[in-house]
């Protein structure tokens, strides 16, 4: 579904990433790993359109994406979930969700459906964004990714900040994504979050990848989770 080959990154005259290549099949969920610093929220602005295009290719259902504008990548099927959030805090949660609600291939992602996965929302439909918990916020900005229809979705650091049980509601939520036929790459500081959810992982260090695998895979190689995961 979603491929990187060799792809470098720079800010100014900063070169952030060297060469990162990964790739996301249908009804996946992979995992982007790394200290701080690694380079992974670039990769996924890379992705989105959100810096220029540099050496290497990103393609989208066999389709080169590098350089489009990030609203065109969104229109074909890719959600993105930024670290921030991005929520419109003047605005009800039911206007978030419903203003930028579009039909997808599948067209699987209604409002009713979002608020039977998302019971919370549904009850403080009518409260500002800047009124929900953090947990809240995170879960408005998935949904309202969820809404455009995406066949992939990208969340960055969805985790960060949140009490253990909302950490735990979220990832029951990205697996029941994936059981509706959204392909999900993350970046996560969580390793014990991300082992639990993701199928395959990729781990960032210096702009470059040095370790792709499964959990199990991961979990044996003392090397990358003591020098590039701080375990």
């Not at 439909?125 to 995406?150: T, V, W």
């Not at 792709?212 to 990358?224: C, K, M, V």
Request: proline share 3%; charged share 20%.
């Amino acid at each position: 579904m979603l491929r990187l080959e060799n792809v470098h990154a720079y800010y100014g005259l900063s070169h952030i990433l060297h060469g990162v290549s990964l790739e996301v099949g249908d009804r996946e969920i992979v995992s982007l790993l790394g200290r701080n610093g690694a380079g992974k929220t670039t990769t996924l602005l890379a992705i989105m359109g959100f810096l220029e295009p540099g050496p290497g290719t990103i393609t989208y259902r066999d389709r080169r994406i590098g350089g489009l504008a990030p609203y065109r990548i969104s229109r074909m099927g890719v959600g993105f979930v930024p670290q921030e959030r991005g929520i419109f805090g003047n605005l009800t949660v039911e206007e978030n969700l419903t203003v930028a609600a579009r039909r997808g291939s599948n067209g699987a992602w209604t409002l009713k459906r979002i608020y039977e996965l998302f019971p919370r929302l549904r009850e403080r439909a009518a409260f500002r964004g800047s009124k929900l918990s953090g947990g809240e916020q995170q879960m408005l900005s998935i949904a309202r990714a969820l809404l455009l229809n995406p066949d992939l979705i990208i969340l960055d650091e969805p985790s960060e900040g949140l009490a253990p049980l909302i950490v735990q509601e979220i990832l029951d939520i990205l697996l029941n994504v994936r059981a509706e036929g959204v392909a999900v790459l993350i970046v996560e500081q969580n390793l014990r979050a991300a082992l639990r959810i993701a199928d395959r992982h990729y781990v960032l260090s210096k702009g470059k990848v040095c370790f792709s695998g499964t959990s199990e895979q991961l979990n044996a190689d003392e090397t990358i989770l003591k020098q590039h995961l701080g375990v």
